[in-house]
């Protein structure tokens, strides 16, 4: 069975959208699936890039971007153990990333990663992905094993949702709020932005967060109005249409260290696929982490690292 933690301050921080007081350069970086904003910072600065450095690459969520990995970088730096050269990505359509025609499905964000890497001169990599990011931080180990140096998977999309979104009419009795939030987002791709915004504005802000996080009225304002804001409808629809034949099995060619951090009141995914996951994955150790939702690496960032450490 998983590993239960024992974080100590839920939500502690809020996010940080200034990249130059965190020491984060700004880089765009071309790919050809579109153009990808990245922040990061190299170990030493002073020294020229060497393929061998150590980088960690942060992916974000279906509803992030990289300022949603600015507590976690904080909690970090707190405990004494701070992000190695951390590289946080917006990936196409996300962020301050453009959106690509068409939007990005599992394997063009698998690609894009890659580039990143080739763009910061990292031939081998640390990769850490939150919820959708995590899904593509999987699938970058199995189709690219030799390059992940190791994995990180905070509260990750996997089994469950992947079932879920392939099977919507058993789905929704499984993970209602990820069927039902995919389904509003067919119908209205574009108009489910705009309402979630004008919501978000007459006070139904914590409403709106409410699935996703445990206590939604405890975290920090910045935090769930970036969640708002950062909801891409059609990105994220495509997203999901990976989901139909989607081997999960292709997850076991990476054979590399790994670890994996989930909240036991998270509404996209079961109990279940951590166990599921150290099957896949024999090197993962798995943390269950009690009174957290959807984003473990926001709500208990402390914990979290601990986790990942």
Do not use: K, N
Not at 43 to 51: H, S, T, Y
Not at 100 to 114: K, M, S
Not at 122 to 141: C, D, I, K, P, T
Not at 229 to 243: H, L
């Amino acid at each position: 069975m998983p590993d239960t933690g024992g974080p100590s301050q839920y939500a502690p921080f809020g996010l940080d959208d200034d990249p130059a007081a965190l020491g984060l350069a700004r880089l765009v970086v071309p790919t050809p699936d579109g153009a990808v904003l990245v922040h990061h910072r190299r170990a030493d600065p002073a020294d020229p890039a060497d393929p061998a450095d150590p980088v960690t690459i942060l992916l974000h969520g279906a509803a992030g971007s990289w300022t949603t990995w600015t507590p976690y970088l904080r909690a970090a730096a707190e405990a004494g153990r701070p992000v190695t050269a951390p590289v946080l990505v917006d990936l196409p359509g996300w962020g301050g990333s453009p959106a690509p025609t068409p939007a990005l499905d599992v394997d063009a964000a698998a690609r894009v990663v890659l580039a990143v890497a080739d763009a910061v001169g990292a031939q081998r990599f640390e990769l850490v992905g939150h919820s959708l990011g995590a899904l593509v931080a999987l699938h970058v180990a199995a189709t690219s094993p030799a390059r992940v140096t190791r994995l990180g998977l905070v509260s990750p999309t996997t089994f469950s949702a992947l079932e879920a979104a392939a099977r919507p009419w058993s789905g929704v009795r499984r993970l209602p709020a990820l069927v039902l939030l995919r389904g509003v987002f067919t119908v209205l791709p574009r108009a489910s932005s705009v309402l979630l915004r004008a919501a978000a504005r007459v006070g139904l802000l914590t409403a709106l967060a409410s699935p996703v996080f445990r206590h939604a009225r405890r975290v920090p304002r910045s935090v769930r109005e970036a969640f708002v804001a950062e909801v891409r409808p059609v990105a994220f629809v495509v997203a999901t249409r990976s989901a139909p034949g989607y081997d999960t099995g292709a997850w076991s060619a990476y054979r590399g260290p790994a670890s994996a951090v989930a909240g036991a009141d998270d509404a996209f995914a079961e109990l279940d696929d951590l166990v599921r996951l150290r099957a896949v994955l024999p090197q993962c150790r798995t943390t269950l982490l009690p009174e957290c939702g959807h984003f473990a690496h926001v709500e208990w960032p402390t914990a979290t690292v601990d986790a990942l450490a």
